[in-house]
C-alpha cells in the first residue's frame, strides 16, 4: 500500500512537471482587480513629477525605444545623477525623489530599463515578460544613453541604480570605465537569492528550463503581474521589503492605474542571463577594476539579494567603496520612511564630495 502511495505521488509530480513543460503559452490576459481594490488605489497618493519634468525616449541598436525623462534644472546643477530603477519597477514611482533630489540642487536624469516602465516592450503578445538577449544589453545601453546626452565635461555625473538596475550600473561602471563619475547602489542585484535553492541549484534550473526550451515561460509558480495584497494596498513591513505604507504600494498602485506598465515574474530566458551577468560581475579582477568612488547601501533585511556578499565586495574588492547598512529597512529602499530617504540623499552628496576631492 505504502509502495503504491509512493508511486501514484511520483507519478503526479511527474505530470506535473510534464505539463508544466509541454503545455503551451497562455495567450496574455491582463489581470483584472476588485472593485474594492481600486478604490484604494483611487484614494492613494502617487506623487507626480516635478513640473519641469520632461520625457522624451532613446532609441537601442535593435530599434527598441526606451522611456527617459529629465529635470529642467540642468543649467545650475551642482552635478548630475542618473536615476535607475529596479527589477519591475517604473520611474513613475520616483516623482518625490525627483523633485527632492532637483531641490538639492542635482539635474536629474531618469532611465527605464528596456522592457519596464514606459519602455517598449520586447514582445507585444507578451508584454509583461522580460527577455534580454544578452544582459550586456542593459548595460552597453545605459552607458550609449548617458553619453548621448553630451553633459557638460566639467560637471559630475553619478548613477544611483537600485537592485537590478544597480546590477546594471555596475556592470556599466565595469565595462564602460569613462561614462560616469560614481555610483549610489541600493541594494545592488550583484548576487540574487533564490528562495530556498542556493545559487547553483537555481542556476541549474535555469539551464535546464532553457535547454528544454523554454525561455519565454515564467519559472514554476510565476506569473503575469497580480497585486501583492488585493484585501490591503497598504500593508506593509520590514518583510514585505519595504516598511513604509506610503511608498511600498506605489508599484501596485501604478500597475493598477496604468496597465501598460506592468511587468510580470521571472522568465527561464531573464533569469538565466541575470545569473550569468551575476557570475560575470562577480569574477576575480572586475570589481577590482571599478575605480570610481562608490557607495553601497545594505538593507537591514534583505529576502532578494546576499547582503554578505555585497558587504564582501564593497568591503574588501572594489578599491574606492564605502559600506553603509541601514537598520530597519527592507530590500525597496527607496520606498522606506522620510528618514531613510534623507540618509540616501546624503550618501548621494557623500559621493559627490569623494568624487571632486579625486578630480582636485
Known amino acids: 500500500m ?3 502511495a509512493i508511486f ?7 505530470l506535473c512537471v510534464l505539463a508544466f513543460f509541454v503545455w503551451p503559452e497562455s495567450r ?5 482587480v476588485s472593485d474594492d481594490y481600486q478604490a484604494q488605489v483611487d484614494a492613494f ?3 507626480e513629477m516635478p513640473s519641469d519634468w520632461q520625457w522624451s525616449a532613446f532609441a537601442g541598436d535593435d530599434g527598441i525605444r526606451m522611456r527617459w525623462g529629465q529635470t529642467g534644472n540642468a543649467d545650475a546643477a551642482k552635478a548630475t545623477v542618473v536615476i535607475v530603477p529596479g527589477y519591475t519597477a517604473t520611474l513613475d514611482m520616483y516623482g518625490e525623489h525627483v523633485r527632492d533630489l532637483a531641490a538639492r ?3 536629474v536624469l531618469g532611465f527605464d530599463l528596456r522592457g519596464q516602465g514606459g519602455s517598449e516592450r520586447p514582445r507585444v503578445g507578451q508584454p509583461e515578460k522580460l527577455l534580454i538577449d544578452d544582459f550586456s544589453r542593459y548595460s552597453n545601453e545605459l552607458s550609449d544613453f548617458i553619453q548621448s546626452r553630451n553633459l557638460p565635461e566639467d ?3 553619478i548613477v544611483m541604480g537600485m537592485s537590478f538596475g544597480g546590477h546594471v550600473a555596475t556592470r556599466m561602471a565595469g565595462d564602460h570605465p569613462d561614462t560616469v563619475d560614481g555610483l549610489l547602489l541600493l541594494a545592488p542585484a550583484l548576487t540574487p537569492k533564490a528562495g530556498d535553492m542556493t545559487f547553483d541549484e537555481a542556476a541549474r534550473l535555469l539551464t535546464w528550463g532553457r535547454r528544454l526550451g523554454k525561455d519565454t515561460r515564467y519559472l514554476p509558480g510565476g506569473s503575469n503581474w497580480t497585486p501583492y495584497n488585493e484585501e490591503n494596498l497598504l500593508q506593509a513591513g520590514i518583510e514585505h521589503c519595504s516598511s513604509n505604507p506610503k511608498r511600498l504600494p506605489l508599484r501596485d498602485a501604478i500597475f493598477t492605474r496604468k496597465p501598460e506598465q506592468r511587468v510580470g515574474d521571472v522568465t527561464f530566458n531573464w533569469g538565466g542571463e541575470f545569473y550569468e551577468s551575476s557570475l560575470y560581475v562577480r569574477k576575480s579582477g572586475y570589481p577590482e577594476a571599478i575605480n570610481l568612488p562608490v557607495t553601497m547601501i545594505h538593507a537591514e533585511i534583505d529576502n532578494f539579494v546576499d547582503t554578505e556578499e555585497n558587504k564582501m565586495i564593497c568591503d574588501t574588492r572594489m578599491p574606492d567603496c564605502q559600506s553603509l547598512p541601514i537598520v530597519g529597512t527592507g530590500h525597496c529602499l527607496p520606498q522606506e520612511s522620510d528618514a531613510v530617504l534623507e540618509e540616501i540623499f546624503d550618501a548621494l552628496d557623500g559621493v559627490l564630495v569623494r568624487v571632486e576631492n579625486s578630480a582636485g
Open 2 to 4: 505504502i509502495k503504491r
Open 8 to 14: 501514484v505521488m511520483f507519478g503526479l509530480l511527474a
Open 28 to 32: 496574455y490576459q491582463p489581470y483584472q
Open 45 to 47: 497618493n502617487v506623487p
Open 105 to 107: 540642487g542635482y539635474h
Open 155 to 157: 560637471r559630475s555625473v
